[in-house]
């Protein structure tokens, strides 16, 4: 597997340079384009390209989260499903299967992550 160098351009700098000083994992859509100036195209392809070069990874639909420059020019992501799944929703929990499995106490291997939410 080929990673790809987390270059930035100006536009995505901004992006990550803002989420970075206010200490934040979490962004939506709608903020970065108010960031960006209110172009939702150009927001759009900022978007996908901070995706493809591996700053942000989508949560859910319009709601991404930031790979922080911590974890180096060629970070990986988030690769638990527990920790990206608790960030869909703030009022969920998660099955009794699901978090003995994550922490290993389960010699059951899931394909499927149980989440209930009140959305």
Known sequence: MKLLTRSL???ESKVVLALTEQRRRETTRAEIVN???GSVKAADHVIESLRRK???ERA???EYLLVPP???PDALGESSLFVLASR???LNFFGFITAATQFGFS???LYVLIAVSSY
């Open 60 to 62: 859910t639909w319009g």
């Open 70 to 72: 911590e974890q180096g």
């Open 9 to 11: 351009s100006a536009q």
């Open 35 to 37: 960031l960006l100036g």
């Open 54 to 56: 591996g700053w942000l």
């Open 88 to 90: 869909i929703s703030y």
């Open 107 to 109: 010699t059951t291997l």
